[in-house]
């Protein structure tokens, strides 16, 4: 029966406008992967996640949209332990001091080819704030068909210089260049504020119901 009234309250808020909203990125679904050529020999690559903050996206005027997000370095994982280590320390990107990357659109420009934009904005990294633009691919905009709520996707892609951050060691034995490819989910914000304030009360009664039985 819980779970009945919280599908009923997901359906009416699914109904709310797609255009002019602000989403808030759902941080399980707002990721990426940076790649980078090591000595010639190899692309390793590493993934950082859980990403937090907003798009204001209107479906009819897509170019109009902004986005502000900040994801945790505690997030990096490579794979490998040892090097994991190594990028959050003082050698590069010291987390202790600087815990977080973000990234704040100025500008969004419409680019050739069919949803495709570019998004010129400051990423803020290692305690340096530089110019950088995405290559922006909006995937999809309608209802997600899980939680019936108005969300938009997309991937992006862009190309850092990491000495222009502080991060230059090895140059140019290990390639200045680094590769970051982009995923990110929005759902409408006051439904998903919703959505998350019913989820918890939901799991916390069902949660009071199994102690009882």
Known sequence: MIRAIVFAS???VASLPLAAATYTLEPDYTQG????NHLGFSFPSAQFAQGQGTLDFDEAYPARASVSVTIPLSSLYTGVPALDDHLRSADFFDAAHYPT???????VEKSMGHNQYRVLGDLTLH???KPVTLEVTLIKVGTNPRTHLPTVGFSGTATVSRSQFGLGKFVPQVADDIYIT????GVESQAYAKYLKEKEATDAAE???EQDK
């Open 10 to 12: 997901t359906l009416l």
């Open 33 to 36: 992967v940076f790649r980078w």
């Open 127 to 129: 305690g340096v704030t």
């Open 182 to 185: 982009i995923a990110a989910q």
């Open 207 to 209: 949660k009071v119901a």
């Open 101 to 107: 990357v973000t990234f704040q659109s100025r500008q």
